[in-house]
Structure formats: structure tokens, C-alpha cells
């Protein structure tokens, strides 16, 4: 008589709307396996953690990883009933946790390492699966898993209607507003001679038809938008100071002949709200020589710094300050460093001061 290998089945699992189906699903396909063969069947169900290690909020992020197996479990008492196979095992675990993840590559790289410590033969995909938390990144996985001697397939599961407002509403202020921008960075860009007054504004009126129905992720204020460009025109003089000032110090850093380098990954939770402010701060830290943005969450920026001195600026909080100062105004220039919010120095903690930017701008 012929013995059957163990059927091995990995899902990997993050709270998604369609993670109960996919679930329901892998626990049919194992225990009609056990129930018709005599082989033994494995059903995996693995939470992909993508902790960082310099990220406080570590803890809190694999509790919710393990609260999320803590309902797998109920719905595999659900499902399974009171008489399961007695030759199907079921295992639930956390991977990932001690890696950085980003890429989908990173989370395929894990994924393969585990089946293959295990000798899983299959793994069934959740449509929906998305636990770096940004959008669903299902075919790029898809992609990269097929690097492995795996079976790849998705859970033929019904997925809510997804409607992404690629078009909204293009309103008078964002046509100004972009109009405004794109030639202004046209003129920046020219020798002012007067064809380039002509052609800058019929590019930036082409540029104005093309991005005015997709740009901002709410409406620009034609009473701030003003205010605004102003104080960036403050701002850029005061970054390209502190460009100089790191550029000096990283050469002093690079010529000495011990090079007291102290690379860190760092953690910057910014008191900082919307699309334009988060972007011009990452962009801004990265400009400035010792830092480098790697990526942001939310208000949480990981950032990698070359030496102690440039943590330290990065903590006292200049460069914040000025983007509150060029996107709020004068009163949110005003909220606490993030030294002083309880940042830099090891505890991790933060305290936001001010609820909505909308309410400090300038008068």
C-alpha cells in the first residue's frame, strides 16, 4: 500500500474584509482532504507581522496580530464542529516579527522561509490581504511567491465592491492651485525671457487639465493657499541653511580619520496632519545629509541617521517646526519639539497637543 505524503496548507492572514471567507475556505479544503484520504493534512494560519524594531508601538501591533488568530480560533471550533478529523492539525503563529518588511518581496522572502521549514506544498492567498497596511499589494505577492516551488492560489471569495475615486470633484480652488504651483516651478526653471512667460503658462494650464480632477485629498483654501506660498518662500531659504550645516558636518564626519559614524534607525512621530505637510517634511529630511526618510506611516516617520548629531536635530524638531510654520501658521509653529513631547530620549511616548491643524492656522 501506497502511503500518501502529508497535505500541507499555508494561509497567511491579516484583518482584512474577506479574511472570515478565506478562512472558511482553507478549513473546507483541509478537512475534505483529511476526511477523504488517510494521509495526514496541515493547515497553517500565520499572521504576517511587519514590526520594525525601532517602532514602540511593536507590542501593541502583535497583539492585534494575535487577537486576529484568537478569532481564527473561534472560527475553527465554528466550522470544524465537534467531531474534526483526527488527522488534521491545525497551526496558528505570528512570522515576520523579527524582520523589517516593506516590499512585497519581504513579505514573499518570509512567507517561502516558513513554508519551507514546514515543506508546505500550498498556500492559499486572502484577496484582500494587506498587512502593511497600505493598498492591497495581492499581485505583486502573487508575483514573488512564484520564486518558490509552491502552489500559489487565491481564495475564490466574494470581495465587497471596491468603487477608488480616481476623479474627484475638480473645484476652482484646485484649479488655481495647481496652475499657481506649476508655473511658478516653470519660472523657477527658466531664463524669464518673455516665451517663457507664454509657454510656462500653456503648460501649466495643460498640467492644471490633467491633475486638477486627481490632486488634493481636500479642498485647498483659496484664504490659505496665499499665506501658505509665502511662508514657503521663509522656508526654503531656512532649508537650504540646514542642507549647508549637515553638508558640513557630515564632511567633517567623513574626512576624520576615525569616522565617528553612528548609524540608527529612528522613529519620529511628527505633529504633522495631511498629504502636503508629510510629504514636504519626509522630502525635507532627506535633503538634509545624515538622514534619510525610509518610509512614513500616518504621522510615524522611520528615518535613518548617520550620526548622533544629526538625531539630535532631527528630535529637537527645526525642520517640523518650520513645516507647521509653512502649512499652519504661526500658532502650530508654537506646539512642543518632539524632545519635548517625550521623543529621543528612549520612552517612545507623545502627546499631541493640538487636535486639528485647521483651527491653528495663521490668522
Do not use: C
Not at 483529511?34 to 494560519?45: D, P, W, Y
Not at 518650520?322 to 502650530?332: D, K, N, P, S
Amino acid at each position: 500500500m501506497t502511503v500518501l505524503p502529508p497535505r500541507r496548507l499555508l494561509v497567511p492572514v491579516a484583518d482584512s474584509v474577506t479574511v472570515r471567507n478565506t478562512v472558511a475556505y482553507a478549513i473546507e479544503q483541509a478537512e475534505s482532504a483529511a476526511r477523504e484520504g488517510q494521509q495526514q493534512v496541515s493547515l497553517h494560519l500565520v499572521a504576517v507581522a511587519s514590526t520594525r524594531a525601532v517602532d514602540p508601538d511593536a507590542q501593541t501591533e502583535l497583539g492585534q496580530a494575535k487577537d486576529l488568530l484568537d478569532r481564527i480560533e473561534v472560527w475553527l471550533d465554528e466550522d470544524l464542529g465537534a467531531d474534526p478529523p483526527s488527522n488534521l492539525d491545525v497551526e496558528l503563529g505570528v512570522i515576520g516579527a523579527d524582520r523589517y518588511l516593506f516590499s512585497p518581496g519581504d513579505y514573499a522572502d518570509v512567507i517561502l522561509a516558513y513554508a519551507d521549514e514546514h515543506s508546505i506544498e500550498r498556500v492559499v492567498l486572502d484577496p484582500e490581504f494587506n498587512p502593511g497596511g497600505t493598498t492591497p499589494m495581492l499581485r505583486p505577492l502573487e508575483v514573488e511567491l512564484v520564486r518558490g516551488d509552491i502552489d500559489v492560489e487565491t481564495a475564490p471569495v466574494e470581495r465587497p465592491a471596491r468603487s477608488t475615486a480616481l476623479a474627484r470633484a475638480a473645484t476652482l480652488p484646485k484649479y488655481l492651485t495647481i496652475f499657481g504651483a506649476s508655473y511658478l516651478f516653470y519660472l523657477l526653471l527658466s531664463s524669464y525671457k518673455p516665451l517663457d512667460f507664454l509657454t510656462g503658462a500653456i503648460t501649466a494650464t495643460i498640467v492644471t487639465a490633467l491633475l486638477a480632477p486627481i490632486a488634493f485629498s481636500r479642498q485647498p483654501s483659496l484664504t490659505r493657499v496665499p499665506g501658505q506660498f509665502a511662508r514657503m518662500a521663509l522656508y526654503i531659504p531656512y532649508l537650504l541653511k540646514e542642507i549647508a550645516i549637515a553638508n558640513l558636518e557630515i564632511a567633517y564626519v567623513v574626512l576624520h580619520p576615525s569616522l565617528p559614524i553612528d548609524p540608527e534607525m529612528v522613529e519620529l512621530e511628527a505633529a504633522i496632519w495631511g498629504d502636503g505637510p508629510v510629504t514636504t517634511l519626509a522630502n525635507s529630511i532627506t535633503l538634509t545629509p545624515g538622514t534619510l526618510t525610509v518610509s512614513v506611516s500616518e504621522q510615524a516617520f522611520d528615518i535613518h541617521s548617520l550620526t548622533g548629531s544629526a538625531r539630535e536635530d532631527l528630535f529637537d524638531g527645526g525642520l517640523e517646526r518650520a513645516v507647521r510654520f509653512v502649512f499652519y501658521g504661526r500658532e502650530a509653529a508654537a506646539i512642543p519639539s518632539p524632545r519635548e513631547r517625550g521623543q529621543g530620549d528612549g520612552d517612545g511616548t507623545i502627546e499631541s497637543d493640538i487636535d486639528d491643524p485647521e483651527v491653528a492656522d495663521d490668522d
